[in-house]
């Protein structure tokens, strides 16, 4: 009668001390995911040229994927999150002296 009831403990007690670990484990991955922070957005930006005595802009999409901001069509994806770009259709013209009002 001893034999069985010593064996029923011990595997009640390995048991318990194997959920013990597993929720240290569990605990421990959910704070390392939760301290990564994504940092993502998306924004438009005229992007200028001088040509002769005027300057011409147009608009173009770029995303800020984690501090790296760059051009969306050159990265359509960010930590999984992917990106369709659409076609940005803004465009103006302006005097050789013109100063972008933003800066």
Request: charged share 25%; glycine share 4%.
């Amino acid at each position: 009668m001893r034999g069985p009831v010593i064996v029923l403990l011990a595997i009640v007690i390995i048991s318990s001390l194997s959920f013990i670990v597993l929720s240290i484990n569990n605990e421990k991955t959910q704070n390392s995911e939760s301290d990564k922070i994504l940092e993502f957005s998306t924004f438009t930006s005229a992007v200028c040229e001088t040509k002769e005595e005027v300057i011409h802009c147009r608009d173009e999409i770029f995303m800020n994927c984690n501090g790296n901001v760059s051009n969306a069509v050159d990265v359509a994806e960010c930590n999984g999150i992917r990106l369709d770009v659409p076609k940005v259709t803004g465009s103006a013209v302006f005097e050789k002296d013109w100063k972008d009002p933003r800066i």
